[in-house]
Structures are given as C-alpha cells and as structure tokens.
C-alpha cells in the first residue's frame, strides 16, 4: 500500500515535470506561422526568385514567396487574398521544354494555389509595368518575342481569355476595365476589355513627347484619375480617359533653371513615386552627365505636391538609391532601396524623416 | 577574285546597307515606322544566323582596335547591359562552351578610339545556361527605354534560343556608323 502511495506521488512529480517542461521547451518540431492580414505601410521587395512580403510599420519580415527565374514583379490583389505573379519554367530550371504560367499565391500561407497557363512569350525581366491588375478582375502579362502582346488571365474564372497584339507599345497600365500603354512612337495607347477580358476597343493619344530628344521613362505610377510619366529631362505628363480619349496634361518640369544649372537629373529604375491621398510625388535625384545617365542610382529624393507643381524638400540620401515607393495610406511612408548595401530606409513621405531601416532586403519594390 | 573575296565584298556591301539605312530610317520616318522596320531587319538576322557571326570576322580584320575586352571599359561596350562573355569561357565575339548565342540584339553606337569612328555594335546574348555573373557591366550610352527595343538593354534578349535564360552578352561590330553609300 505504501509502496503504490509512493509510485503514485513519483508518477505525480514526473508528470509535474513534464508540465513544467512542456511550458519551458518548444515542440520538438516548430510549428508554421500564417501571415495576418495585409496592414497600410506593407510592401513587397522582389530580388531573384524570391519575393519578400515586409510591413514597413514594424520592420518585419510577414513571409517570403518562391519565384520562377523569370518573374520580374508582383501584383497583390488584397480583396481577394492574393499576390499574382508570372513566371516562366523549364523542365530543367535552365532548358528543356519552357512553361509560362501566372501564378496566384494565397496571402495568409504565402503559397501559391493555382496557376493558368499563358503563352510563352512573357517578359522575363523588367518592373512593376510588366504585369496588371485590370479592374480587379484581369491580370494583364506583357509579351515581348520581340514582337509585343499582352496575355490576359481571367482571375475569377482563372483562365487564360486570350492575347492581344500590341505591336510597338510596352507595359500594362490599368486603368477602368482597360489598360495603357506606351508605345515607341511618343504616344500612349490604351486598350479595353469586355467582360470576358477580349479586347472591345483601342485609343491612341496624340504624340507627347520625342524617343530621340526627350523620351518617357517605361515605368509609371497611378494617379486618382490615371497615370503619371516622366522624361528623362524631368517632364510630368499625366494622362487619363475622358470622353472616350486619351487626355495628357500640360506637362510641368520638376526642375527649376537653378536645378538643371546645377546638372540635377531624375534617375533609377523606379526613379519615382505617388500617394493620392496627400498629393505627394517623389523623386530621386542625382548630379551630373546626360540622357544616358538615366539609370544612375539617386543621391537625393526630392518630394512635390503633384497638385501645386511645387517641391516641398529635399534630402540626402546616404545609401544611393534606384528603387523607391510611397504607401498607398494618408500618412503614407516612402521606401527607398539602397544599392550599396542590401537594405531599405522607411521614411515619413511628409517630412523625409528616417523611420528605420530594414536590413538584408533589396530590388523591386512595390506596395500593396 | 576569289571565293572569299566575293564574300567579303557581298557582306561588306551589307554592312554598309545596314548601317545607311539605320541612318536614312532615322532620318526619315517615324518611330512606329522605324520599329516595324527594325522588327523586321531584326527578324532577317533571326533567318540568317551565320551573317553578324561571318561579318564580325570581316569586320575585325578592318578594325584597328585597343583595349581589354574583358573590362567594361571597352570600346564596343557602350550600351552593353550583362557579364562579358570574354569573362565566362567565350569572348566578345563567341559564346562560352555549352550556350546558345540569341539570334537578334540590341544595337549601340561606340566610338573607337583607336580609329576616331563610330560603329554599330550588336549586342547578342548567349543562353541557355545559368548566368554567368562574371564582370558584370551596365552602360546605357544612346540607350532607350523598352518601347524602344532596337536600342533597349533591359529586356532579355534570348530569342531566337531555345532557352532564354541569360548567360552573358557579345559585342559584335556590324558596320561604320558613318557610312552612307553602298560598296
């Protein structure tokens, strides 16, 4: 009896034991995290085949998305809990029989769900203007072979609905059930799709600028009404659609006679940024050479009011920078990626203020 | 006149067409124009593969040339964009082992300083391996955004292979910038 009593009160503090050590020890296989929902100040940075999901709030990491070799941007799709992407694949990751597909990644698992088969055509390097979200119901691929079309996926049927020939004109812009693009003749063309994602119409604008003299860079951001282009001499053309036209506004230089005396010149690969809600447009900025230089990484950012045409401040940038983006919110952060070290700098857009910096991070980057 | 001679006035003759109407056409006609042409032109290159590979032998042995090939610094390299092939087992004018070599191109204006002229250089990608990564270069002299492709460095350039994944890119001159006439 006395000897069961004491089994008993051993079997009891072994048992207290494994308690206390379940409370101090982690499993002994860690468990896999799902990401919460998508806050204001996230972002996406794509570098390689790997796609990092950030929260600018906090610095953190959310989750990471596993690319093709050949996928140059992202394009998230909150509503409905997805990132879009587009890749290319080989049987033999560098040859052997070529696949395109765009891929739909789930937001809270970061993994991708589904995939629809495109033609093999996409571009397999570039930015942001590679690849649209049409009306929250297309994704729009632009195809260069060289000669260009764009693939359109329906994202709700997730089927590939056909491709359009564009020839002479890049990029998917959305705007409406349609998309922009720019062509090689100085003008914009802006395609529109019916509801089963087929071209039902096609508007080109008049020619606004010179390839030769003063050509637009091929990266654009959105506006309230349309989007924002600028030349490499520092011209801000905005256009949007009325009345069934393609309207571009005056344009207004972004440089005073100071600025272009003093050989400042707008450069990066995206060398600017927008937030609708303040009106705030950023560029980066750097000094000296020509046209060619328009790749140059940016020594400064400079902020504007895109509605008064007028520069609020400037600020030095210690890691030079060719990537930046402004946050979507109405106190939004700008996110500049460095070059000469792998991290990004969060800043108040309104005052340049640095927040942070995020390390080990760079390349594409892009907000929610 | 011999066989080779034949052909080293035939090509020679090209280079010059090439280089004369890149000029008249962007002189002459629009941009959309010049890009349907230039599709074209380029198109032509894809059909006959041999051609910028037999005119670089003909232009390297006219070309007074100086410089490391293997540096960025190198004259044909003014709009170059990617590693030197010279760097990955090839050189400027050959792929390395193993790759494929794209059948269009990007075209650049460089100046030789070793002759005082301007040539057209025809940047070719090799492809179809893992990229190389060695002695990476990024020049954009007379370069131009995508919607401009002839002169555009930032798009992959690996058609006409059968793999487009990038590997290194060539410098390959193609004709005088400077001539107008037919040989």
């Known amino acids: ?368 | 006149m011999s066989g080779d001679d034949m052909l080293g006035r035939l090509f020679a003759g090209v280079d010059k067409l090439a280089a004369g109407t890149s000029r008249k056409l962007a002189r002459h006609t629009s941009r959309r124009s010049f890009l349907g042409r230039a599709g074209a032109f380029m198109a032509g290159l894809g059909a006959f593969p041999m051609l910028p590979v037999y005119r670089e032998a003909q232009a390297a042995s006219v070309v007074d040339e100086m410089g490391d090939p293997n540096s960025c610094e190198y004259w044909r390299y003014c709009a170059f964009s990617g590693s030197i092939c010279g760097c990955c087992g090839g050189s400027a004018t050959t792929c390395p082992p193993g790759s494929e070599v794209a059948s269009v191109a990007w075209v650049g204006t460089c100046h030789n300083p070793a002759d005082g002229r301007d040539y057209l250089i025809s940047y070719n990608d090799c492809c179809g391996k893992s990229s190389c990564g060695r002695c990476r270069c990024s020049r954009s002299e007379g370069e131009k955004p995508v919607y401009f492709p002839s002169k555009a460095n930032t798009i992959l350039w690996c058609f006409g292979a059968k793999s487009h994944a990038y590997h290194c890119t060539l410098g390959l001159v193609i004709g005088r910038a400077d001539s107008t006439t037919l040989g």
């Open chain 1, 1 to 368: 009896m006395v000897l069961r009593a004491s089994c008993l009160v051993l079997l009891g503090a072994v048992l207290s034991l494994a308690a206390v050590a379940e409370q101090r020890w982690d499993s002994i296989r860690g468990a896999i995290e799902t990401a919460p929902p998508p806050g204001p100040h996230w972002f996406t940075l794509r570098n390689g085949h790997t796609g990092h999901v950030l929260d600018a709030a906090t610095g953190e990491s959310q989750g990471t998305l596993t690319l093709s070799l050949f996928s140059p941007a992202l394009r998230p799709h909150v509503e409905a809990g997805m990132v879009y992407t587009y890749g290319s694949f080989y049987t033999r990751t560098y040859y052997g029989d070529r696949t395109d597909a765009v891929i739909f990644f789930d937001l809270e698992t970061m993994s991708p769900v589904d995939e629809v088969i495109i033609p093999p055509k996409a571009a397999g390097i570039g930015h942001s203007g590679m690849i649209g979200l049409i009306d929250q119901r297309f994704i729009g691929v632009w195809n260069i072979t060289p000669g260009m079309s764009v693939s359109i996926v329906d994202v709700e049927s997730r089927t590939f609905t056909g491709e359009i020939s564009t020839p002479g004109c890049a990029t998917v812009y959305p705007q409406g059930r349609g998309f922009f693009m720019i062509c090689g003749d100085g003008a914009l063309q802006y395609v529109s799709l019916d509801e089963t994602g087929t071209e039902n119409g096609r508007l080109r604008s008049r020619t606004f600028f010179s390839v030769e003299d003063d050509p637009v860079f091929d990266y654009s951001v959105p506006t309230e009404h349309g989007w924002v282009f600028v030349s490499l001499e520092g011209m801000v053309f905005e256009a949007r659609i009325e009345d069934d036209e393609i309207v571009i506004e005056e344009p207004w230089s972004i440089l005073s006679e100071t600025d272009r005396a003093d050989g400042w010149r707008i450069s990066g690969r995206q060398p600017f940024a927008y937030n609708a809600a303040t009106g705030i447009f950023m560029t980066l900025m750097h000094q000296g050479g020509t046209q060619d230089n328009y790749k140059e990484p940016g020594t400064e950012l400079w902020a504007f009011n895109l509605r008064t045409q007028r520069r609020g401040y400037r600020t030095e940038l210690d890691n030079p920078s060719r990537n930046i983006a402004l946050t979507r919110d109405d106190d939004p952060v700008v996110l500049v990626v460095g070059t000469e070290d792998r991290s990004v700098d969060v800043r108040q857009a309104r005052s340049g203020r640095l927040l942070r910096t995020i390390e080990e991070v760079g390349g594409l980057v892009q907000v929610f």
